[in-house]
């Protein structure tokens, strides 16, 4: 079994710079980052390309348990591996919801049994779980929806929300226009910051500036920062819905002035019947969020040092991830090697989503992963994922 892998000659992404070094990992471990060339049981080349760290989603929807014809956690990890993601953060509003430890502990099980990213599993919220959110340990999250969406999660009662803020270490809040005010005005009055996913509109950003920027962590989605209303049809509903051009723009401001923390894929599955014949809310994303991201870099959007900010360190460092987000030796052997000059257009016939469809079909972007390293073991290379159930849980501080 190989134990040790070298990646050589490639320029690692090091404390904001790129740095000429050959990265030693044994054991699933960064063991050293050096000049010189240890020995290895295998090497992988990365001349000409950029080294950074195993990128992060802190947001998907695998469907798994309960909804496994839209996505699982196999078919889902290998869309993550493909699109240079090294761990995810699964939603809970699964079939049935993670609303107890004992469910937890299911779904925790199926993941170990399947995936081939490293994973932590938010936990759910209702009307009545707070002694099971009390108890529960090792998740990144607790999950209000403070607004309606797939799965019948909707809390609207204001002290049930603020009963679970308090009860959570932190919370992960999906809350729409006035939901957002409503949701800093409960952070702030308890005292705790809590993770706003997808923010998608300048008036919510205005508020988060002008009100409590100390109180909350900002997550945006590649949908918002890339589509808009305009682009509507069937497949590109979701919660929330996409916005003008103005606020896009205001996105993208937000982004590189350090008021949006992290970029989250938001990945919701459907399958293109169920698009087709129903308003089902949500689009599929975990593939490709990294080379639209590096597309942006390529064009002077955004610096590489942001991206890394916020889809690699800012995840693990908000929600207390053990080992990742950075590389570091001693750090987890989860690396995304990139080619910063490939050029390839996303096609729904190479996807590894279940789903089987993207809203970027036929984008054409610069920038691609092209080895992902998991665990100190290549999982994805040339288009091909291997080695299926290497995914661990993941550890919290
Ligand atoms: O569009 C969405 N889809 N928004 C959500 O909040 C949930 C997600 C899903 O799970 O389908
Ligand atoms: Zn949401
Ligand atoms: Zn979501």
Known sequence: MCMSLLVEKGRVYIKGELINKNILVENGKIKKITSSKPMADEKINAKGMVVVPGFIDPHV?????????????????????????????????????TLTNELLKEKGEIASSKSAVNYGLHFGSSLDNIEEIREAK?????????NASTGNMLIEDGETVKRIIESARIC????????????????????????????????????????????????????HLFLTENDQDNFVIMKPPLKSEK??????????????????????????????????YGVPGVE?????????????????ERMV??????????????????????????????????????????????????????????????????NGKVIFENGEVYRERNGKGVEYE
């Open 309 to 374: 900010e916020t889809m690699c360190e800012n995840p693990a460092k908000i929600f207390k991830i053990k080992n990742k987000g950075f590389i570091e030796e001693g750090k987890d052997g989860d690396l995304t090697v990139i080619d910063m000059k490939l050029r390839k257009k996303v096609r729904n016939d190479g996807l590894f989503t279940k789903c089987g469809w993207s809203p970027f079909e036929g984008f054409e972007l610069q920038g691609w992963p092209v080895i992902t390293i998991v």
């Open 288 to 304: 490709t969020r990294v080379p639209l991201i590096l597309d942006a870099v390529n064009k002077g959007k955004i610096t590489l």
């Open 247 to 280: 606020d896009r723009k205001a996105l993208w401001e937000a982004l590189r002035d350090g008021t949006i923390d992290t970029i989250g894929s938001d990945h919701a599955p459907h399958t293109i019947e169920e698009k087709i014949s129903s308003e089902v």
């Open 138 to 146: 090792g998740v990144p999250s607790v999950k209000i929806f403070m």
């Open 61 to 97: 929807h695998f469907r798994d348990p309960g909804l496994t014809h839209k996505e699982d956690f196999k078919t889902g990890s290998f869309a993550a591996v493909a699109g240079g993601v090294t761990c995810i953060l699964d939603m809970p509003n699964t079939k049935p919801p």
């Open 172 to 223: 992960s809040i999906h809350a729409e226009n006035d939901n957002v005010r409503k949701a800093i005005e409960f952070a702030k009055s308890l005292k705790k910051k809590f993770y706003l996913c997808h923010i998608t509109e300048e008036r919510e950003l205005e508020y988060v500036k002008g009100n409590g920027k100390e109180n909350v962590f900002v997550e945006v989605t590649p949908h």
